[in-house]
């Protein structure tokens, strides 16, 4: 599971990390946007939610995950990207993962400078929802080939919300896992491939002890 401020990476990284350890990559936001993109009773409920910043109710957003997990393809593991966020959701998740495997956790930290330089920068595909992928400057998504527009949670009066619903609902979460030895934190503001190699490093170390 990665963990971390809106722009620390969490997308990117999981998209990197997800293809070679064979395990889908389950981002909630991506889920929840293609819900509002495709106009289902969830995306309508949602909507207006994700465009003030702020975060959908507990056990909605608790219940699209656990309907997620129980597909087949994350019998053997998956990657989480922006769940839980919540101190409630984490609990969530632990009673749901009773008799798995232990949660690998991984913080991804971010200065909240640099989390406004890059959100402020950031642009979304307006076809699929992928986020453009690095600091690369495509001009279109380099998945299905749609225009690249900013997110609409990215205006800077938002991500100043976001920023404040992180600090008050989803950091605490911190102090929720970091006892824990399949715990571990890296720094996000490095470059994209840096930061990967550092996490399959933490991870590597975790899992082994
Ligand atoms: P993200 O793409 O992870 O930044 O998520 C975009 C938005 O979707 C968030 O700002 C929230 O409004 C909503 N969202 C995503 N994941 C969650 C979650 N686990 N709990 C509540 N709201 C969420």
Redesign the pocket.
């Known amino acids: 599971m990665l963990l971390g401020p809106?722009g620390a990476g969490?997308?990117t990284q999981a998209a990197r990390l997800a293809r070679p350890w064979h395990i889908p990559h389950i981002?909630?936001?991506?889920m929840?946007?293609e819900a509002v993109h495709s106009g289902t009773p969830l995306g309508l409920e949602?909507k207006a939610?994700?465009e003030?910043?702020?975060?959908?109710?507990?056990g909605v957003?608790t219940q699209v995950?656990r309907a997620r997990l129980e597909r087949p393809d994350a019998a053997a593991g998956f990657l989480l990207?922006?769940?839980?966020?919540?101190v409630p959701?984490g609990r969530a998740l632990d009673e749901f993962l009773t008799d798995r495997a232990p949660l690998t956790v991984v913080e991804i930290a971010l200065s909240e400078t640099e989390i406004l330089r890059r959100l402020a920068a950031r642009m979304i595909c307006s076809e699929c929802g992928v986020n453009s992928q690095d600091d690369r400057d495509y001009a279109n998504c380099i998945d299905c080939g749609g225009q690249l527009v900013p997110?609409v949670?990215d205006a800077e009066e938002v991500v100043r919300r976001?920023i404040e619903?992180y600090h008050q609902q989803t950091a605490p979460l911190v102090g929720y896992y970091e006892a824990r030895p399949t715990y571990c934190r890296v720094e996000g503001s490095q470059l994209a491939d840096q930061v990967t190699q550092e996490i399959l490093k933490a991870v590597a170390q975790v899992r082994s002890t």
Do not use: C, E, H, N
């Not at 003030?52 to 507990?58: A, E, M, S, T, Y």
């Not at 990207?81 to 919540?86: I, K, V």
């Open positions: 809106p969490k997308g981002s909630t936001g991506a929840l946007r949602v939610i994700i003030r910043g702020g975060l959908i109710d507990d957003i995950v990207d922006g769940f839980p966020r919540t959701q997110r949670d976001r619903v």
